[in-house]
């Protein structure tokens, strides 16, 4: 059985973009158009650790191979 985290509300899209509700306890969600994919809950703590390793893994190749 699907819980049901009022997805479709305008009011859980910031911007139209960024999905934010504190509600919903998944942290990757399917995108208001589902064939454009998925993006993070930033309701969720998380979410914000996952972008932070993202970005950490990026500078640090980014300077490995600019030595």
């Given at each position: 059985?699907?819980?049901d985290f009022e997805h479709d509300k305008p009011e859980n899209w910031k911007w139209g973009v960024f999905y934010f509700n504190r509600k919903d306890s998944r942290i990757?969600?399917?995108k208001r158009i589902k064939l454009l994919g998925w993006t993070l809950n930033f309701a969720h703590p998380?979410?914000?650790?996952?972008i932070a390793i993202i970005f950490l893994f990026v500078f640090y190749q980014f300077y490995k191979h600019n030595i």
């Amino acid at each position: 059985m699907e819980k049901d985290f009022e997805h479709d509300k305008p009011e859980n899209w910031k911007w139209g973009v960024f999905y934010f509700n504190r509600k919903d306890s998944r942290i990757i969600v399917a995108k208001r158009i589902k064939l454009l994919g998925w993006t993070l809950n930033f309701a969720h703590p998380i979410s914000y650790i996952f972008i932070a390793i993202i970005f950490l893994f990026v500078f640090y190749q980014f300077y490995k191979h600019n030595i």
